[in-house]
RNA sequence: GGGCGCAUAGUUUAGUGGUAAAACGCUGCAUUCACAUUGCAGAGUCCGCAGGUUCGAUCCCUGCUGCGCCCACCA
């Protein structure tokens, strides 16, 4: 009975660990199902889903490992225990990533087209979705892959969809024009939660607006953005401000614009700030919003989805950037001298926090989710301690945000993530849910050719495809593979009857060729670059003529005229294929007209709205019309829902629901949830009433907020910074019990770790340590009853020394137990090492080289590595696989050990 | 503007109403012994600053400073 031959004498954690983990995993001891022992109380875990784009970092690692203890041991107690992995889709940052990755190949995602935008990043998520998965594995993360959910799986997608509907049909989920955050580099809007804040030297202009029935007298406002001035619709002031008692109500007259505005009194207004009087811009600026709507006020909208100025904003600065457009306000006051003071005023200015941008407010119509109903039960679940923070103070940040939560603007103009699951009138744009669809009709621009490269205008000039311009016919065919078509109508150029017949094929459909379908008669703009078109005519000129309802091209057809042709075209096809899905490919320009017509748009918007090659626009026909305005074309409405919406769905629509429920009624509620301080709101908040309203009670009873890992001079991490680390260095420097050990050993309670790496070298040396004594004690075992572990050993014939190390062992079970389950890892640890490593190696051990008790040792080994083994999972089951104890299991699934009481 | 957390040896951190610890690092010694990824010994902290409570405070209270974080319609 001598187990060394096997012991080297130092631990290699690179010849265990991979060979350890597929022996896990083929055991099937992650899964609950295949668990041994009856087992009768569950106990689950929703691992906070990591983005797509993400690679484990530190703090995903002491997450990790965090679970990883608690599962464990969990499952050494004999609960039937689920670790459920998956990840998120993350809309925008995903977006953003695969965005890069276009611009890097000299292309945009507008470029591409919807769908076929979508396709590369599904591609993409294909690609690299999973690594960081493959890394939670090399941690040693006991998670049941057979379980494992990413949030735009198709049965994830039914959950949002009948998640959105619920609160579509109790009226909770409305369409409003608001001002919204918008980020004018993503072009889309944000939640309140999805900004950032970053203090910026600004300089606050004191600018003066001429009273109009006081000549010579002004009134004095002090404003950070003078630009937005050409969209005031007042000025206000304090109700109880004595000095501007009298001109209340007055008018003033508003520099630049010279429009008259009045004088008007809000609450909000803070005397003390600057002179007391306020500019309002309703359309740029969330406060001045609400003042203008109580006051109904005008809502002049001078600054564009790209940050530009619009024509409101009247000639001095249409068309520049609001930036640009502030130096020019600026210098135009300072020549009026109605600019009467600048000083440097540091302010906060909101950025999108996902790529950094500065925020610019915009009036838009948006979705937003209720919230005041909400709102109360996510608070009350808190307040009456069915949801338990650890530690506890993070409960304030909770209840104070959702103490005064505002509704969620929840759609997103992005193209990655759930659609928002309604449709909406093609002519009136009502929304309403999915109708029943007598036909569904599509419209497809043909794929590329080597003249769009060029932009060159083609016309009537048969151009074929070139290689991408097959591949996009490919990619839409896909797209369009279970959409029912049963008839393909094409322009008969060969661009358009090429892309068909891709499409075609892929269908099985024949395809019919319809002249009225052709491009545009480019006269003898045909073959000319854009380039070349703007040298003849000025680019001025050219725009001109380009984007003409009623002139030609010279010797050309004339958009109204391309409208009327082919027009009449869809109408016949509409005539002759009543209840057929019809697909139609043609061209921009003819394409452009179509959508003009049936979306009833105004010329100027349809014609610069030109769809990329390849891309498939739906203009479906339902059974009944629009109860707004009696139309009959209808289209799914094309925003999509904040990710966070989904995300919040987490702890149940991962165990199926709403349709599949036998693993949801096992296994729901979660436990415990496990994640990082900043997201308490934006995900923990929003699952605890998701799991209220849809599964009727919480989705978990504990929360633990860890740490935060910074640098070690208390730093954040930042990959961009190049102050990171990253986890896997460190396993592959140290192995994954050492960096496990590195991370827990500094998880004391404090809200932030300040990184020492020293910590996992400890750990490094720590195994080595346990590898050791395992070696020596099996080294010296010749007594076979040594290795029953059956029973109590202690008895009067001891040694003081066995005594007090068993005795010390009872200590450190009960100790270690308990801080465990009282969430304190890092305690539960410097415990287990202190007693391993100084009384069990240093004394008992040492002591035990001149008198030898070996069930003594075995003893306190074996429950020591058990008592490890959630910290140190890979050692640890090494080691016991070399203990030569009759009729084991693997550790991970051995008896948990208990104190005996005495 | 409001709130929260932290401040103890060179470093990362425990800890207690009666003038302090652990790990790593450092110094010295040991070593054919399970492990040099070792053992033993040692040096090193006026416990951020200023007040207060107390017989007595690093620990409780107040204020300040520094670092970090969160929230706010921060014109």
Redesign the pocket.
Known sequence: MNG?ED?E????PKKVEDRIYKLWEESGFFNPDTLPRKREKTYTIAVPPPNVTGSLHMGHALNATIQDILIRKKRMEGYKTLWLPGTDHAGIATQNVVEKELKKQGTTRYDLGRQAFIARVWEWKEKYGDIILEQFKKLGSSMDWSRTRFTMDPEYQKAVEEAFLHYYRKGWMYRAERVVNWCVRCQTSLS??E???K?EKAM??YIQYPILSRPGEHIT?????PETMLGDSAVA??PKDERYRDIVGAEVLLPIQDRPIPVITDE????????????VTPAH????A?IGAKNNLPVYKVIDERGKMTALAGPLCEGVKASECRERVVSELKAKNLLVKEES?P????LCYRCGTAIEPQPSMQWFLKMSELGRVALDAVNTGRVTFYPD??K??YT??MG???DWNISRQIWWGHRIPLWRCSTCDEAREKPELAARWFLVRHGETEWNKEMRYMGREDIPLNDAGREQARTTAAALKDTGIDIIVSSDLARASETARIIGRELGIDVIENEHFRERHMGEWQGKTTHELKEIHTEEGFTKIRFHYDEAYHGGESWREVEGRVMKGFQDLRQKYQNKNVLIVSHGGTIRMIVKNIRNLHFDVAVRNEPSNGQSIELSIAREQCKNCGNEYVEPIEDVLDTWFSSALWPFATLGWPEHIRDLKEFYPTSVLSTA??I???WVARMVYSGLEFMDGVPFSDVIIHA?I?T?????MSKSLGTGIDPMTLIEKYGADATRFGIV??A?????????E??V??G??????V???A??VL??AADPSAFDLSGDILHDAMSDDDKKVLALLEETKKNVGAHIDAYEF??AL?EL??FF??EF???Y??RS?KARNDAVAVRVLTESLKLLHPFMPFLTEEVWARIPLPGKSMLIVSEWPLPHAR
């Open positions: 060394t012991l004498p130092q631990y290699d309140d939660l900004l950032e804040y203090e606050l202009y406002v002090a404003t950070v953005r002031v304090n909000a207004i803070d005397k003390e700030f600057g002179t007391g009087a306020v500019k600026d969330p406060l001045d609400d005023y302010h906060n200015v909101s103070r993070w304030d940040v104070h945000w005064s939560v505002r301080r900043d308490i709101n934006l935060t910074l070690k001079d208390g730093k954040r050993w500094q004391m309670g404090n809200q932030d770790i300040h990184w020492a020293e910590h070298n400890a490094k040396k720590f195994a080595n340590k590898w050791n004594a070696r020596f080294m010296n890092g305690h410097h090492y202190e490593w100084r190696c240093d004394v051990i040492e080289k």
